[in-house]
């Protein structure tokens, strides 16, 4: 059986958790669910650094390759071993979130080719079969974040302007993927998007 790879991304706030439990729900244990960044003990390491950073923000370029070097060992430690033994992978963020937080929403236009050349040899024949994208507005988003503290996130708690930056990167990535990309809205009940998630994952690991 061949393995599936999913990613769910968009804006913090808008539902990817309860979508993911929705997933669960229904993949049960065919699938491994993961999350970037994170998923491998080294990884784990980074994402309580890039998250809470004490003192003054660290430079987008640091955060940029903090990101990738995250991914480079989840995806070599956890998602491509399981995805060459069959499973259905499913990661509550990925590739997406550096190209809209750090190229887009730090507005960082020149790392555009760095960013595809890391994409590259980082995932190498693993791309993902299918990135869905929880759409919705940056309003909508910072009230069902409620108050989620600035340790558990920074990059949540930036101004509305960053956000709407990483909302159009989201959009623009999507552009780019064409088949591969789905926006979901979220102008609708959890369980109603959670339908429309899983006709796109079922169509897809048959």
Known sequence: MKGRFFVIDGLGGLGKSTQIELLKKRLGEKAVFTYEPGGTPHAEKL????RAVDGPEPDPLMDFFIFWAARADHMAKKIAPALKAGKVV???????STFAMQVRGDQNKTWEKLFWMCREYTLGKHEPDAYI???GSVEVAKSRRGDRSKTEDRFDEREDAYQNRIRKGYLEFAKKLGK???VVHV?????????HIWKIVSKIIG
């Open 47 to 50: 994402r309580t650094f890039v």
């Open 187 to 195: 102008a609708r009940t959890p369980e109603e998007v959670h339908e």
């Open 90 to 96: 499913v990661s509550d963020r990925f590739d997406a």
């Open 133 to 135: 994208f929880i759409d």
């Open 180 to 182: 591969k990309a789905h």
